[in-house]
C-alpha cells in the first residue's frame, strides 16, 4: 500500500528549512528516502530501520516513529543542489515489494 | 563500474507492438527490479527478481513479462503495447535478496511512448 507523503511541494529560499513527512498505514520494517531530479534516475538518501539503524549521507537527517509507522526527512540550511523530488519508499516486514509515495517536490530559490 | 544500465533510453510505439526493455548490473547484485514512473503518481513496482532464477509479480504487472537471464540481466516484455504504458521505466537492483535493508540503486530510465 502506498505511503503518503507531505507536503506535495515546498518552496524555500537558500538557507531556509524543510521537512518531509511520509506515513504508512501498514507496520513498517524500514524506511527509503530517495530524491531525483528531473530527467534523472532516483538517488539514494537514507535509509531508517526498525529498532533505529541508519544508513546514508551524513549531512541528511530523518527519523522513523515505528509505533506511528512514520518517517520524517529533514532538510536544514537549504542549498540550490537540494530541488528535486522526495520520495519516501517503505518495506513492510512481508515479501520484498517497496512502496514508494507520490512525492514531494522541492524547490529552492535564490 | 557502469552501475545500472538501460537500453534503449527512448522508444516510440505503436498500438499494439513489443518491444523488450534491457538491464543489466555489474555490481553483483542479487535482486532486481522493474519500475514504471508516471506523472504524479511516483514510481510503481512492476515486477522483481529477488535472486537468480525467480521472479514475482508487484503492484502493476498487466501487460508485461519478465527475464531473468542471469544474475546480471532483467529484461521487461511488452508483448502487445497499449497508450496506457507510456512511461518512464526504471530497473533497480540491490545486493540484498529484499528491500528491507540495502541501497537500491537505479538505472538512468528508459523513456517509452506509445501511440
Known amino acids: 500500500q502506498q505511503p503518503v507523503q507531505s507536503p506535495q511541494a515546498v518552496i524555500l529560499r537558500e538557507g531556509e528549512d524543510a521537512v518531509i513527512n511520509c506515513s504508512s498505514s501498514?507496520?513498517?520494517?524500514?524506511v527509503h528516502w530517495y530524491r531525483q531530479k528531473h530527467g534523472e534516475a532516483p538517488v539514494f538518501l537514507m535509509i531508517l530501520l526498525k529498532g533505529g539503524e541508519q544508513k546514508g549521507h551524513e549531512k541528511i537527517s530523518a527519523s522513523f516513529n515505528e509505533k506511528k509507522q512514520q518517517s520524517s526527512l529533514y532538510l536544514t540550511a537549504s542549498q540550490l543542489s537540494y530541488s528535486g523530488t522526495y520520495f519516501c519508499g517503505t518495506a513492510s516486514n512481508s515479501g520484498y515489494a517497496l512502496n514508494f509515495g507520490k512525492g514531494t517536490s522541492l524547490l529552492v530559490t535564490p | 563500474n557502469a552501475g545500472v544500465t538501460q537500453t534503449p533510453k527512448f522508444q516510440v510505439l505503436k498500438t499494439g507492438q513489443s518491444m523488450t526493455l534491457q538491464c543489466a548490473q555489474d555490481?553483483?547484485?542479487?535482486?532486481m527490479y522493474w519500475y514504471r514512473q508516471d506523472p504524479g503518481m511516483g514510481l510503481r513496482l512492476i515486477y522483481y527478481s529477488a535472486s537468480e532464477g525467480t521472479t514475482d509479480k508487484g503492484e502493476v504487472p498487466n501487460g508485461y513479462n519478465v527475464s531473468r537471464l542471469n544474475k546480471r540481466e532483467f529484461s521487461l516484455r511488452l508483448e502487445s503495447a497499449a497508450p496506457s504504458q507510456t512511461s518512464v521505466y526504471f530497473c533497480a537492483s540491490t545486493y540484498e535478496r529484499g528491500l528491507g535493508t540495502d541501497t537500491q540503486y537505479f538505472g538512468p530510465g528508459t523513456r517509452l511512448t506509445v501511440l
Open positions: 555490481m553483483n547484485h542479487n535482486s
Open positions: 501498514k507496520a513498517l520494517y524500514s
